[in-house]
């Protein structure tokens, strides 16, 4: 018997390349083939809530962090736009292949913990990334703004996209059904999107709320991404950069757990 095929030894290194590129190109197809859905949806829908709140708002808000509202709520519509998108991506993709009895499929070929992790979670942050691209092409061409520090909008924008793939993918791997995953996002991640500061600085919160949100990583998020693009922001980027890292490698490191054990995912 080879070195190469002795028990414990994988024929294809440590880590499967192939694999793993035809897994993450699999994710990445799903939400090009129906870009309609899953780009052009979330453009408009960012377009109608800048458009609705600057007109229902914004003339009378007056600054906000010394910006314009429009402007300071810009990012944070950016960034929901993000999360929504990429927990979306996970989500959906493993919570369908386990309705249809397919995850077998997924389960079967060589791949490690890690690999499938990695694989979903490229999927995820690809369409966070795009999202996120068109949104700030909006945001620069129509409402006229610029980008304060562009590679830490960069930073945030990647660590939320793959914070919110990761947590995907743990609802996905929790849930059995449909109304499990909607369950999820109705009342886990559109509350996370909407009360981390998306709409208002933090400073207009009580005290007690103040300190309840700074144990949440969206905010981190958020604020982080407002930092990167109008140079303002509720707490500082350092902070938040930290914090997320760590949300995030939590959040993965769980997924790899979950995934190398097989829970809930073998029939």
């Known amino acids: 018997m080879s070195e190469t095929t002795k028990m414990g030894v994988r024929r294809f290194g440590r880590v499967n ?11 990445m197809q799903r939400f090009l083939a129906v870009w309609t859905q899953t780009l052009a949806a979330p453009l408009v829908t960012a377009a109608l809530f800048l458009g609705v709140f600057s007109l229902a708002i914004g003339p009378s808000r007056g600054e906000v962090m ?30 369908i ?9 997924t389960l079967m070929p060589p791949l490690s913990g890690a690999e499938l992790v990695l694989g979903y979670t ?8 795009i999202v996120a691209l068109a949104v700030g092409f909006l945001m620069v061409s129509v409402l006229g703004m610029g980008v304060a520090h562009p590679l830490w909008a960069l930073i945030f924008v990647v660590l939320g996209a793959a914070f919110l793939a990761g947590l995907g993918i743990v609802a996905a791997i929790f849930a059995n059904k449909f109304d499990q995953m909607a369950a999820i996002t109705n009342f886990i991640v559109t509350p996370l999107s909407f009360l981390s500061g998306t709409f208002y600085s933090i400073e207009r919160l009580p005290p007690a709320m103040q300190t309840i949100t700074h144990f949440n990583p969206v905010f981190y998020l958020i604020d982080g991404v407002r930092y990167g693009i109008i140079g303002r922001s509720d707490s500082s980027p350092w902070l938040g950069l930290a914090v997320c890292a760590g949300a995030t490698t939590a959040v993965l490191g769980l997924c790899w757990y979950w995934f190398a054990r097989g829970y809930r995912m073998k029939p």
């Open 17 to 27: 390349w192939l694999g793993l590129y035809t897994l993450a190109g699999r994710e």
């Open 97 to 105: 292949s386990k309705v249809q009895g397919n995850i077998v499929d």
């Open 66 to 95: 010394g910006v314009p509202f429009v402007e300071f709520l810009a990012p944070g519509i950016l960034m929901m736009t993000v999360i929504q998108n990429a927990f979306a991506n996970t989500s959906s993709s493993i919570v």
């Open 122 to 129: 490229a999927g995820g942050v690809a369409r966070g990334v």
